[in-house]
């Protein structure tokens, strides 16, 4: 599964459900993310909560007239600049090897915690838990 993933990590952690969203207190905490995984098949914009571990997944299609990385990066800046952690783009050959998302990740300094939805999209993980939709944006 080759793809590019565009990682947006805040530094708040929220909840959709509950419309709640607190600064990070602590490094070991997970954040919030907005995650773009792009291919050559299709494209999906990924929205993270942490505080419920509640995922918005969103098909972008097939976008061949745009450039999404570097709309990912600007639509981020515009929308979360005053609490963007940081920002990665990620070219993947094969999401499903582990050693090669093992070295892309940890040179960034994250750990791999790649996780593939169903065959549609991959997405970076803050922690170790379970990420399900739980909620549907309004």
């Given at each position: 599964m080759q793809g590019t993933l565009i990682l947006t990590i805040l530094t708040i952690r929220s909840s959709y459900l509950r419309e709640?969203?607190?600064?990070?207190?602590?490094?070991?905490?997970?954040?919030?993310?907005?995650?773009?995984?792009?291919?050559?098949?299709?494209?999906?914009?990924?929205?993270?909560?942490?505080?419920?571990?509640d995922i918005h997944p969103h098909?972008?299609?097939?976008?061949?007239?745009?450039?999404?990385?570097?709309l990912a990066l600007a639509n981020a800046q515009k929308h979360y600049s005053d609490v963007i952690q940081s920002q990665h783009v990620i070219e993947l050959i094969n999401a499903l090897d582990a050693d090669e998302t093992s070295s892309k990740f940890r040179a960034i300094g994250l750990e791999p915690r790649i996780e593939i939805a169903s065959g549609?999209?991959?997405?970076?993980?803050?922690?170790?838990?379970v990420y399900r939709t739980q909620s549907q944006p309004k």
């Open positions: 709640v969203e607190e600064p990070l207190s602590d490094i070991a905490e997970a954040p919030d993310t907005i995650q773009w995984w792009i291919t050559q098949t299709g494209s999906w914009r990924i929205r993270t909560y942490a505080l419920d571990h098909s972008i299609g097939n976008a061949d007239n745009l450039n999404l990385k570097d549609r999209f991959a997405f970076w993980k803050p922690d170790d838990a």
